[in-house]
C-alpha cells in the first residue's frame, strides 16, 4: 500500500504496466539468485569428487565461497556446501589446513549441536577429512571443541549421524595416544561400544574401527575399551557374514591383545578359539591377515598362550595358512610361529611336527621382499637354536645355505643380513648334522665358519664313520686350506679336527703336500 501511495498518475490517472514491479518479479529476483546458489554448490560439490579438478577450484579461490553458504537460509544449500568443502578437505592437508584457517571449524561444530540429520553428517564428514591428514589437523578439531559435539551425535537416533560422528572419532584417535586420550575423556567409548551392538552393518564397522584406533597406542586405552566391555561384543562378531565387519572385529582384538599378557588373557577368555582359525581360510586378505596378526599378537606374550593355541589346532593352521598366502598377507603367520618356537623346545617341535620349517624355507625362498625374508629368517632361528634335533630339522630343509647366500648379498637390506647372520649363528651352534653343515666350509666367511668348524670339532672325535666321511667329502682338506691365525678359537677347533687323524693323513691334505711329493720325486736318484 505504502509503494502503491506513492505512484503518481500518468496517462489520465491510470499507471502503465511497467511502472511498478509486482510481488512475483522481485521474489523471482531472489528465487534466480537461489537458483544460482544451489546450483553452483551442486556443481562444486560434484567438481571436487574428481582429483584432477581439485587445484583449479582452489586456484578459483572457492573456499572462501563456501564459506559463507554454510550459512545460507537453505538447509540443502547448508549440506551441500559442506559436503564440498568435506570432499576438498579430504583431498590434501593443504586444502585441509585452509578449512582450519578460515575459521570454518567453530561453526560446524556449532552446527552439529543445531542443525538437522543430514548437516550433521556432512559436518562431521568435514571434521574428520581435516582430522586425518595429520595430528596437527587433529588437535585444530579437537581444539574447535569438536569432540563433545560428535559424542553428543553418537546418542542421535539416526544411524547415518552416529556413523559419521564414529568415523570422525576414530580418525582423530588414530593418530597418537594423546589425541585418543582426548577422545576416551570425551566420553566416546561406552557410546562405540553401544554401536557395535546397533543392526546396521556400516555403524558396526565404523564404531569396531574407531574402538580399533583407540586401543592400538597404550594398555591403559586398550583397558578403557575393554573396561566398556567391548571384548564380548567384538567376539560374538568373528562369524559375521560379513567381510569388513569381519576385518574391522579383528584388528580390534588384535590391538588390545597386543598390549599385555592380561589383556591377552580376556581376548583369549572370549573363547575366540578354536573358531577364529575357520577364519584363516575367508575369502577376504584383509580378514585372513588380521586373523593371524590377532594370533601372532597372543601367541607373543608367554609359553601358556602359546600352548593353548597349539591345543586348539592352531600352530597346524597358522602353518597352512603360511603356504597358502603371499607378501604381506603371509608375514604375520610367520612372525607368529617364530614367537611359537622361541617359547620352549616343545613349542618349537610342535613347529616342526606341523611342517613348519618347509613352510618358513619357502618363504624365505620364494619372497621378493626383504623385510618378509627377514622374518622367516628370524622364524628359522627361533626353531633351530633349541637342540641338535631342532637344529636339524631346520639344517635338513636347505636353510643354511640361503641364510648364508642372505647374510653375504650385497642387495639384502641391512636387517635382513643382521637376521641372517644371527638365525645362522643360533642353529649352527646347535647342529651336529654335518652333511648339511659341509657346503659351509667352502663359501662361509671367517666369523661363520669358525661356528662351522666348531661344530665338526664336537663331533668328530666321537663318530668314525663321520671321519671317514669328513676325508672322502672333501672336508678334511678344506680344513687344512683355512688359513687361521694361531691363538684363535678357529685354529684350536681345526687343531681338535686334526687330532682325531693320523698325521701322515692330515699332511697328504694339506695345501703344497702334493707340491712337495713331487720335489722329492725330482730329488730321488734310483739306486744311490
Known amino acids: 500500500q505504502e509503494i502503491h501511495s ?182 566416546a567409548v561406552p557410546l562405540l561400544v553401544l554401536c557395535v551392538q546397533e543392526p546396521e552393518l556400516s555403524l558396526k564397522r565404523i564404531a569396531a574401527s574407531a574402538l580399533s584406533d583407540i586401543s592400538k597406542h597404550t594398555s591403559e586405552l586398550a583397558q578403557t575399551v575393554v573396561d566398556a566391555g567391548a571384548i564380548a561384543h567384538l567376539a560374538q562378531m568373528i562369524l559375521n557374514q560379513d567381510a569388513k565387519l569381519k576385518r574391522q572385529v579383528f584388528s580390534a582384538l588384535s590391538q588390545i591383545a597386543k598390549h599385555s599378557v592380561d589383556l591377552a588373557e580376556m581376548v583369549v577368555e572370549a573363547e575366540i578359539f578354536p573358531a577364529v582359525l575357520d577364519c584363516l581360510k575367508d575369502g577376504d586378505e584383509y580378514v585372513k591377515k588380521n586373523v593371524a596378526t590377532l594370533i601372532r599378537e597372543i601367541a607373543k606374550h608367554t609359553p601358556e598362550l602359546s600352548q593353548l593355541i597349539v591345543n586348539a589346532g592352531g600352530v597346524a593352521a597358522v602353518v597352512d595358512y603360511v603356504g597358502e598366502t603371499a607378501g604381506n598377507v603371509r608375514l604375520p603367520g610367520v612372525m607368529m610361529l617364530g614367537y611359537v618356537a622361541a617359547h620352549s623346545e616343545n613349542l618349537a617341535m610342535a613347529v616342526v611336527v606341523s611342517k613348519g620349517v618347509t613352510q618358513l624355507a619357502l618363504t624365505l625362498s620364494e619372497e621378493k621382499e626383504d623385510h618378509i625374508r627377514a622374518a622367516a629368517s628370524w622364524a628359522l632361528g627361533q626353531i633351530g637354536r633349541h637342540t641338535p634335533e631342532h637344529a636339524r630339522a631346520v639344517a635338513s630343509a636347505n636353510v643354511l645355505p640361503r641364510l648364508l647366500e642372505a647374510y653375504l648379498s650385497t642387495f639384502s637390506s641391512e636387517d635382513f643380513k643382521t637376521k641372517s647372520k644371527r638365525a645362522l649363528k643360533n642353529i649352527l651352534q646347535k647342529c651336529v648334522y654335518l652333511p648339511a653343515l659341509e657346503p659351509l666350509l667352502h663359501d662361509a666367511p671367517p666369523n661363520i665358519l669358525k661356528h662351522v668348524v666348531g661344530q665338526f670339532s664336537k663331533v668328530l672325535p666321537n663318530d668314525s664313520k663321520a671321519r671317514r666321511m669328513f676325508v672322502t667329502s672333501g672336508g678334511l682338506k678344506k680344513v687344512q686350506e683355512i688359513n687361521a691365525e694361531p691363538g684363535t678359537i678357529l685354529h684350536e677347533y681345526i687343531n681338535t679336527i686334526n687330532t682325531c687323524y693320523p698325521e701322515e693323513i692330515v699332511r697328504y691334505y694339506s695345501p703344497g703336500y702334493s707340491e712337495r711329493l713331487l720335489d722329492r720325486v725330482d730329488q730321488y736318484a734310483p739306486g744311490s
Open 6 to 187: 506513492n505512484i503518481k498518475p500518468v496517462n489520465n490517472g491510470k499507471t502503465t504496466d511497467n511502472a511498478i514491479m509486482s510481488t512475483r518479479q522481485i521474489l523471482q529476483v531472489f528465487e534466480q539468485y537461489q537458483k544460482a546458489r544451489t546450483t553452483f554448490v551442486q556443481t562444486v560439490a560434484e567438481l571436487s569428487s574428481r582429483p584432477q579438478n581439485i587445484e583449479i577450484l582452489q586456484n578459483a579461490g572457492v573456499m572462501s565461497l563456501l564459506r559463507p553458504l554454510l550459512l545460507d537460509i537453505v538447509p540443502t544449500i547448508q549440506q551441500t556446501a559442506a559436503l564440498a568443502l568435506g570432499r576438498l578437505a579430504n583431498y590434501n592437508d593443504d586444502l585441509a589446513m585452509a578449512v582450519v584457517k578460515g575459521d570454518i571449524l567453530p561453526q560446524l561444530v556449532y552446527s552439529l549441536a543445531e542443525q538437522n540429520r543430514f548437516y550433521k553428517k556432512a559436518a562431521a564428514f568435514v571434521l574428520r577429512a581435516v582430522a586425518r591428514h595429520s595430528p596437527e589437523l587433529a588437535q585444530h578439531v579437537v581444539d574447535c571443541g569438536a569432540l563433545d559435539a560428535l559424542v553428543v551425535c553418537l546418542e542421535e537416533f539416526d544411524p547415518g549421524v552416529k556413523e559419521a560422528a564414529a568415523w570422525a572419532l576414530g580418525y582423530i584417535a588414530r593418530h597418537n595416544a594423546e589425541l585418543a586420550q582426548n577422545v576416551v575423556d570425551a566420553g
